[in-house]
Nanobody
Framework: QVQLVESGGGLVQAGGSLRLSCAAS????????MGWFRQAPGKEREFVAA????????RYADSVKGRFVISRDNAKNTLYLQMHGLKAEDTAVYYC?????????????????WGQGTQVTVSS
């Protein structure tokens, strides 16, 4: 059973930085691409970033490109999201996500597993 546990959220001033972590368990972490999503109040959940199994390829939403960095440590079964230059519009609950067994990184779909989320609040 796949479990994803996020941590690292909090309150930060605009322009500040935060690093989110996601501890994964229940299957071979290095065998799957991973991703981060976020959901702001009153809005739908949206894609933020994704990373390939070995970390060699990353993809970002245009809204965070150049400010956020996704990474992973396969030895620690942990996914990260380093966020810089935070803006008020980055305020959201951030979710770690993992795909099912037949999902393809090229399609960035098939997200079957989700963490409980961690709140990021950016004050302006």
């Amino acid at each position: 059973q796949v479990q994803l546990v996020e941590s690292g959220g909090g309150l930060v001033q605009a322009g500040g930085s935060l690093r989110l972590s996601c501890a994964a368990s229940g299957r071979t972490f290095s065998s799957y691409f991973m991703g981060w999503f976020r959901q702001a109040p009153g809005k739908e959940r949206e894609f933020v970033a994704a990373i390939s199994r070995d970390g060699g390829n990353t993809r970002y939403a245009d809204s965070v490109k150049g400010r956020f960095v996704i990474s992973r440590d396969n030895a620690k079964n942990t996914l990260y999201l380093q966020m810089h230059g935070l803006k008020a519009e980055d305020t959201a609950v951030y979710y770690c996500a993992a795909p099912g067994d037949y999902a393809h990184y090229a399609e960035l779909g098939g997200w079957d597993y989700w963490g409980q989320g961690t709140q990021v609040t950016v004050s302006s």
